[in-house]
């Protein structure tokens, strides 16, 4: 069984910044990709950032590109987004996922794993 756990969201004002990170931990698991995906209240869950594990190859959905930035820490099996020139739009829980086999990254159904969930609120 594979754990991710999330922390850094909060309240932040439009056009400020905030870093969220995300940590798997367990036995004998193998991640191919891990992702960033928000669901914003009445909305389903969509597709942030993601990344290939191996080659850190990152992907972006349009609406973040060029504001957000997915990273990874092998050595802590950590997954960093960090967010600037935030909107109010941005305001949703965050979630991340972890793909063990080869999946497409924005994908979500594909995913195997998931975290709890952080906060993310941007207002003034």
């Known amino acids: 069984q594979v754990q991710l756990v999330e922390s850094g969201g909060g309240l932040v004002q439009p056009g400020g910044s905030l870093g969220l990170s995300c940590t798997a931990s367990?036995?004998?698991?193998?991640?191919?990709?891990m992702g960033w995906f928000r669901q914003a209240p009445g909305k389903e869950r969509v597709f942030v950032a993601g990344l290939i594990w191996s080659d850190g190859l990152t992907y972006y959905a349009d609406s973040v590109r060029g504001r957000f930035a997915i990273y990874r820490d092998i050595t802590k099996n950590t997954v960093y987004l960090q967010m600037e020139s935030l909107k109010p739009e941005d305001t949703a829980v965050y979630y991340c996922?972890?793909?063990?086999?080869?999946?497409?990254?924005?994908?979500?159904?594909?995913?195997?794993?998931w975290g709890q969930g952080t906060q993310v609120t941007v207002s003034s």
């Open positions: 367990g036995r004998d698991f193998r991640t191919y990709a």
């Open positions: 996922g972890l793909g063990s086999t080869q999946i497409p990254v924005s994908h979500s159904e594909y995913y195997d794993y």
